[in-house]
T-cell receptor, first 116, second 112 residues
């Protein structure tokens, strides 16, 4: 596709359920980022991949959060035993570059997670 | 780590007037400063960016200025139009670590 695609767009989970959010970046983009955006806030960094390597996961809020990008393209963000504070929009972004300042971030439309 | 502050959080202007949004950053090593526009329910999209080797950049009605000494940068929108209504985010990125640190956003409303 022409842009970054995320699915599902909306997810409602009961507290304690596991969820998986998918990101399909722009073809050929080496860098992939996951961000968490709470209502009325800016995106908060979660994790960064360069191809299949997860180079930075310092933003993951707890060990319930796990991300992978096994073949260097599609990425999945998994949240185990969801809590109400996990409710947010999860944004995926990709860019062509590597190293510092990877260039323009192209964002997906996000996955809105609501934990009841 | 880097800390980006953005002001104001909300801004209303009459159509045709100018709008200015300001951001400050804490890490003097940051050298790339993009601005993103996010319309309601849509993805953030880059509208303009500036690198630390220049002080100002302009693209039609949009301009960004950077003051490295004071560690602040600003977005200027002239001749505002209703379609400029959106949330605007500034960000700062240091040269290593692949991190983008975002401000908390400014909700701009352009009143026809």
């Amino acid at each position: 596709g022409a842009g970054v695609s995320q699915s599902p767009r909306y997810k409602v989970a009961k507290r304690g359920q596991d969820v998986a959010l998918r990101c399909d970046p722009i073809s050929g983009h080496v860098s992939l980022f996951w961000y968490q955006q709470a209502l009325g806030q800016g995106p908060e960094f979660l994790t960064y991949f360069q191809n299949e390597a997860q180079l930075d996961k310092s933003g993951l809020p707890s060990d319930r959060f796990f991300a992978e990008r096994p073949e260097g393209s599609v990425s999945t963000l998994k949240i185990q035993r969801t809590q109400q504070e996990d409710s947010a929009v999860y944004l995926c972004a990709s860019s062509w570059g590597t190293g510092g300042n990877t260039g323009e971030l192209f964002f997906g439309e996000g996955s809105r997670l609501t934990v009841l | 780590g880097e800390n980006v502050e953005q002001h104001p959080s909300t801004l209303s202007v009459q159509e045709g007037d100018s709008a200015v949004i300001k951001c400050t950053y804490s890490d003097s090593a940051s050298n790339y400063f993009p601005w993103y526009k996010q319309e309601l329910g849509k993805r953030p999209q880059l509208i303009i960016d500036i690198r630390s080797n220049v002080g100002e950049k302009k693209d039609q009605r949009i301009a960004v200025t950077l003051n490295k000494t004071a560690k602040h940068f600003s977005l200027h929108i002239t001749e505002t139009q209703p379609e400029d209504s959106a949330v605007y985010f500034c960000a700062a990125s240091p040269p290593t670590g692949n991190q983008f640190y975002f401000g908390t956003g400014t909700s701009l409303t352009v009143i026809p």
